[in-house]
């Protein structure tokens, strides 16, 4: 009798030890940063779905279409657009764009969906081209969203982007439809504090030097009849 009793127990242990080992293994595969890297040119595939989906839901690939879309580009395909923008979408509080050219709609149109749900979208782009026609800064622009551009002669050539400020999207790739789908181009996406924490601070840099209301101090005027 004792000994049936003591295999149950046994059984009993081994079965919580498992169950044990796997709550600790899911807790460490969800505290692990988050480190992919993308490639393009991209394949083409319907992204509408994400656009609707929830801010939560927008980084996981199994996530499903909340409607159906009667376009005749492939549906339920990753590709490497798509997990860009699932990446992107996956704002709940901030972002922070910090890119050079910016023309391609379907990202323009994440920003705005982003705008609409509250988020904080700051935006930093190169004076000249802003002005450049087809252009997404006017559009981000006129929703209200913030721009500010560079003040001096040199180009701001970077592409990156904080989500949340605690995820960095960083990489070669220009926010254009010829980057997406003709270039060879590449985007690292990281939780990595060591990585995302530089970008914070020089976008931070950038957006404070870009101020339009931001005045240099005058200098010291020097009176040409004064000698020592």
């Not at 279409?65 to 549906?75: D, K, R």
Request: hydrophobic share 45%; aromatic share 8%.
């Amino acid at each position: 009798m004792w000994t049936v009793k003591g295999v149950g127990l046994g059984v009993v242990a081994f079965s919580l030890s498992l169950e044990l080992i796997g709550w600790l293994l899911r807790r460490l595969r969800a505290e692990r940063p988050r480190n992919e890297v993308l490639f393009f040119p991209s394949e083409l595939a319907c992204v509408e779905h994400l656009y609707t989906l929830p801010a939560s839901a927008s980084a996981a690939p199994s996530a499903a279409p909340s409607h159906s879309c009667l376009c005749s580009l492939p549906h339920g395909v990753e590709t490497s657009f798509s997990r860009f923008l699932r990446h992107l979408m996956s704002a709940s509080s901030s972002l922070d764009l910090c890119v050079f050219a910016f023309s391609n709609m379907d990202l323009s149109r994440a920003v705005l969906v982003l705008h609409s749900r509250g988020v904080t979208v700051r935006v930093l782009s190169d004076k000249d081209y802003i002005a450049i026609t087809g252009s997404q800064i006017g559009v981000l622009r006129k929703a209200g969203i913030c721009v500010r551009s560079n003040r001096n002669s040199v180009h701001m050539h970077h592409k990156f982007a904080v989500v949340d400020g605690r995820l960095l999207l960083t990489g070669s790739l220009n926010w254009t439809l010829n980057a997406v789908q003709n270039n060879m181009e590449n985007i690292l996406i990281t939780e990595e504090p060591d990585l995302v924490r530089p970008f914070i601070k020089e976008f931070g840099r950038l957006w404070e030097h870009s101020d339009p209301v931001r005045r240099q101090k005058p200098a010291a005027r020097v009176d040409a009849g004064t000698q020592d």
